[in-house]
């Protein structure tokens, strides 16, 4: 079958292969060296679409008659500055309407990927900037690999949007580096929160043949070419092909695979199956099952809502809905921060970090000021043992820190962040005297998780510059920042905050003043249900096993994560301000007074519930128990109801905010699309919530 590729992909960026000719060292001879280049700066990655695979083939086929003739003895293939190739351009798949269109896509790149391997001369890839997907495909496909040492990212990133590695992946992984590994990159690593591995580490898994400084980085790999050329051996490790060895690792794949999706993805399956094959099938026979594959993946709805979360993180995110125009934004030259505890110590890193500039902790009693300021140093020190900061770099930083157990040294300061005590009377006392030293245009932000933004500010003199400013734990690590609009936080101070936590490189949503505002409210809503089912006699494995796939780990691991009085405190707020739909667990209350800090502990390399806490959730008469199929529909069913009552309350701007702030806040799943299209294509929303959340293909295949 004929595709129309360009009515597919219309907006292509088309990435060139730009070839030159290079002398090796040594003369050892001629190699062509392909640049893959799309004619932007780093901020936009080569990308590989279908006139890119079909140019980059032509040029393959070129170079393949000149090796012929003899003028070139090898081909080398590196990327732009910064960037190698960061995997498959993805914005027509969502016009894909056949699977022969699928299938092509797939085809099309095993196709030329494969002519890196039939040159008749050596091929090597250089890779000396971010590689993921098809970008590292790429390198699989050359008989030779180098990377850059300061390599921010490798990865395999296609079961975490939904796909497998399909471009080689599958069967090159495994039969280079041996199944173990190839299970952490293709299917482990996507399936945790899409972890990526920098260029060294992922050489010590196998995956490239020589690390090289970055300062001359393309020099030494043009030299190792010229002795591999001329017949300098390269010694790799022997994979074991031993089949019980084999068949073990794939059978802990797919019981990993069973905690994170909960059966609920193929895409992991779908991998698994061809990284089992790839121990006794040919190259051959391997791409042709990627191509059946990704034939089927492309049309799946995971992909689609996959796609959707993607967009809704790298375009939604840099234009936030309800945002104030950027120029009302006032300049940010010094920041104060109230509190030295460590989540106090983190932002007060971050504003270092991302501002530059100064900024001075004050807490109650020196000690633990001292504690505080020593922190951020300790964390500044590490960076720079990292090799992440220079040593300049990381004096100045640290020249930037001070603290102080008076708020005086604010007086210059244009913002103010709390993070104290979630105590509205202390956060009031804390704002007063913070007002009293401050100018009255001074941003006063709050980290507060759950309590009113308005009522905080209700006693000051200036309550239009106070807003909410809410970091997830770790700060460093977290991207979402919601940005909480007080009913009197004028657009100044909203456009301020908006342009600081861009500085911050956060991911910021709007939020209107409410409890526990978007993410804590519905993980509220959804650990308030999973007491309900739990205390009435469900038990705690059946319950965390209902929620697999939904969020990154299950609901009663996640309390050990948070801490059970936090989540106790949470759905103390919420309850009380929603009584009807939320619930307060005794049983919750009894853990949180025994001070267990987790349900779960290790027995014997185990997870199991803890005695204490299982002892606790035995008291009493079992009055329901629900299988983990119940848990899951009840739970969404809630979940739908909590997000269509947010909606109409104007807690968030759309049910694209809902799902961006889960997805950056929560860890919900990408090939979920966060919340709304897991909502919509289940039938829950219209059970549950009275409606669909999207309009009809904007996260799933069009009917």
Avoid at 56 to 83: H, M, N
Avoid at 388 to 406: C, F, H, Q, V
Wanted: contains cysteine; hydrophobic residues 45%.
């Amino acid at each position: 079958m004929s595709v129309d590729f360009q009515s597919l992909f219309p907006d292509e960026v088309v990435t060139k292969a730009l070839v030159r000719d290079v002398e090796l060292p040594g003369e050892a001879g001629t190699m062509a060296l392909i640049t893959l280049d799309n004619g932007h700066d780093h901020t936009k990655p080569n990308t590989l679409g279908p006139a890119t695979l079909t140019g980059l083939g032509e040029v393959l086929d070129d170079l393949t008659q000149r090796a012929a003739a003899g003028e070139i003895v090898a081909v080398g293939v590196t990327g732009k500055p910064y960037i190698f190739a960061v995997g498959a351009d993805l914005t027509g798949v969502t016009k894909v309407t056949r699977r022969e269109q699928a299938r092509a896509i797939a085809s099309l790149g095993h196709d030329v990927f494969a002519k890196f391997g039939n040159l008749g001369v050596p091929s090597f890839a250089f890779v000396n900037g971010a590689a993921m997907g098809g970008g590292v495909e790429i390198a699989l496909n050359c008989a030779y690999r180098t990377v850059s040492s300061d390599v921010p990212a490798i990865a395999l990133p296609e079961v975490f949007l939904g796909l497998v590695p399909g471009w080689g992946g599958c069967w090159l992984v495994p039969n280079l580096i041996g199944i173990e590994k190839a299970i952490t990159l293709v299917v482990e690593n996507p399936l945790s929160q899409n972890r990526m591995l920098p260029g060294v580490k992922a050489a010590q898994l196998g995956l490239f043949d020589q690390v090289f400084d970055a300062a001359d980085f393309l020099t030494q790999s043009l030299r190792w070419a010229a002795r591999v050329v001329a017949g300098e051996r390269v010694q790799r490790p022997e994979v074991d092909r031993d089949e019980a060895k084999w068949e073990a690792a794939i059978a802990a794949g797919r019981k990993l695979a069973d905690a994170r999706t909960g059966g609920y993805s193929p895409s992991p399956y779908r991998a698994l199956d061809l990284l089992s094959a790839a121990r006794t099938t040919t190259m051959e026979e391997g791409f042709e099952a990627e191509n059946e594959a990704l034939g089927d993946l492309l049309m799946g709805d995971e992909l689609r809502a996959g796609l959707y979360s993607f967009d809704l993180v790298q375009r939604r995110a840099k234009r936030p809905a309800g945002a104030p125009d950027r120029s009302l934004a006032r300049k940010i030259t010094k920041v104060g921060v109230v509190g030295a505890g460590l989540m106090a110590s983190q932002l007060a890193l971050l504003f270092i970090r991302r501002l530059e500039c100064p900024v001075l902790m004050t807490d109650l009693d020196q000690g633990r000021v001292d504690k505080g300021v020593a922190y951020v140093h300790a964390e500044i020190d590490k960076l720079a043992a990292k090799g992440r900061l220079n040593p300049d770099k990381a004096n100045r930083y640290k020249g930037l820190i001070s603290g102080s157990t008076s708020k005086d040294g604010m007086a210059d300061a244009e913002f103010v962040i709390e993070a104290v005590f979630e105590e509205m009377s202390v956060k009031k006392t804390v704002f007063a005297e913070v007002e009293a030293v401050v100018s009255p245009e001074c941003i006063l932000a709050t980290n507060t998780s759950s309590l009113s933004i308005t009522e905080m500010a209700s006693e000051l003199k200036n309550p239009e510059r106070v807003v909410g400013f809410h970091f997830f734990n770790p700060v460093a690590v977290m991207p979402l920042l919601e940005i909480i609009k007080g009913e009197q936080t004028d657009d100044a101070t909203l456009a301020t905050a908006f342009a600081t936590g861009r500085k911050l490189k956060k991911t910021t949503v709007l939020v209107k003043d409410s409890p526990s505002f978007i993410v804590n409210r519905l993980l509220g809503r959804f650990m308030s249900d999973m007491a309900r089912i739990v205390d009435a006699g469900t038990p705690i494995e059946v319950a965390d096993a209902g929620f697999a796939g939904i969020s990154p780990m299950a609901p009663f691991e996640l309390m050990g994560l948070v801490g059970p009085a936090i989540a106790l405190h949470n759905n103390e707020t919420l309850a009380k301000a929603f009584p009807e739909r939320f619930y307060v667990s005794e049983k919750l209350r009894k853990v949180v007074e025994s001070k267990k800090a987790s349900y779960y502990t290790q027995v014997e390399g185990n997870q199991v519930i803890d005695p204490e806490v299982a002892a606790i959730y035995a008291e009493g008469e079992a009055s329901e128990v629900l299988t983990a199929e119940q848990v899951r529909e009840r739970v969404l069913a809630g979940l739908a109801q909590e997000a269509r009552i947010m909606l109409d309350e104007g807690v968030a701007q759309a049910p694209m905010d809902i799902d961006l702030a889960m997805i950056t806040g929560a860890g919900f799943q990408f090939w979920n699309g966060g919340l709304t299209p897991l909502l919509d294509r289940s039938g829950i929303a219209q059970s549950a919530a009275g409606g669909l959340f999207l309009p009809p293909g904007a996260a799933s295949v069009p009917a």
